[in-house]
Each structure stands twice: as structure tokens, then as C-alpha cells.
């Protein structure tokens, strides 16, 4: 599990990374993205501070600090990924579908596992 979350956490602190120090070419890079809306530079970098703060989150729970922390990392990803959902219910983004499935939901079921996994071993 130590190797699902420093994946995870790679990726997620990756991404918040590229956010928040390129917001343009994040904006441009992932499909989909720019037909949500005109890039707005501070809603990005927000996100991605985010993102950076839950994969340090994912990465200090296989560090010793336990499932607690993974899941606050799991609350943010998990909760964005619900937020998708809802939209992708309601006729947004049905045309990024597969980009959200890898990119958005993928990542929150796995921290999401990864926590209740860490959970179920320090019982």
C-alpha cells in the first residue's frame, strides 16, 4: 500500500505543481479544461494548492502518520470527484468522460481505498 501512495501522492502533488506554476498550460494541456469556461489564474493556482496539499497528505500517511491523513487527502480528491459526477449527471462534461474517469474519479477511489486500507491495518 506504502507504493499506492506515494503513486498517488506523486501525481496529486505533480499536478497541484503544474497548477499552480503554470496555470496556462495546465489550463491548455487537459482535455476538456478549457471548455468549462475562460481560464481564471487564481481559480487554478487554488486548486492546485489543493492538490499539492492533498498528495502531502497521501504521501505523510505512508510515511508513518496513518490513515487520518490519507483521508483528509481523500476528502478534497473525493469530494472534487463527487463534484464531477454531479456535473456529468446534470449534462456537463459528457464529452470528457473517459479524461474524468482516469484523471478525476480513478485517483478519489483509490485514496479513498488506500485510507480505509490503512484504517483496516492499524486496527
Known sequence: MKILAFILAAMMTANGAYMFVDPPGWYAA????PDTGPLNLHFVRDIGIAYFTAGIA????ALGAGWRASALGALFVGGHSLLHAGETFMGHHHDVLLNEL????LPAVLTVVLS???RRSAS
Open 58 to 61: 497521501v504521501a505523510w500517511s
Open 102 to 105: 482516469i484523471g478525476v474519479h
Open 116 to 118: 480505509i486500507w490503512q
Open 30 to 33: 487537459v482535455p476538456g479544461v
